[in-house]
């Protein structure tokens, strides 16, 4: 499955964006998905993640309350949501697929779990 992240834009703190994954060559209803972003010096981090129905969510403490992923598996897109936007969560911001994590389980946090990566695109909130 190739992905293909877009969305990203500059945004003043407190203001919101929309990104999207939009995923070709297979349906993405048989995998897990999820956000991912890495800020300039630093490790690449779990933003989000939702199961293959989209009952399931997980969240970094750092974005509840104000993040929401989504998933349209008939548009084979899956969304993240981003409301009250802070300078911390200026990041590059990647989606991952992938057709193995159990719905319930801690791997949905693990990068390296990932089979499948967009090429990222960029959010800067500015203070």
């Known amino acids: 499955v190739q992905l293909q992240a877009s969305g990203g834009g500059l945004v003043q703190a407190g203001g919101s964006l929309r990104l999207s994954c939009a995923a070709s060559?297979?349906?993405?209803?048989?995998?897990?998905m999820a956000w991912f972003r890495q800020a300039p010096g630093k490790e690449r981090e779990f933003v989000a993640g939702?199961?293959?129905?989209?009952?399931?969510?997980y969240y970094v403490d750092s974005v509840k309350g104000r993040f929401t992923i989504s998933r349209d598996n008939a548009k084979n897109t899956v969304y993240l949501q981003m409301n009250s936007l802070k300078p911390e969560d200026t990041a590059v911001y990647y989606c991952?697929?992938?057709?193995?994590?159990?719905?319930?389980?801690?791997?949905?946090?693990?990068?390296?779990?990932?089979?499948?990566w967009g090429q990222g695109t960029l959010v800067t909130v500015s203070s």
């Open positions: 991952a697929a992938d057709l193995s994590i159990a719905s319930y389980s801690s791997n949905y946090y693990r990068p390296d779990m990932y089979d499948y």
């Open positions: 939702i199961s293959r129905s989209g009952h399931i969510t």
């Open positions: 060559g297979r349906t993405i209803s048989g995998y897990v």
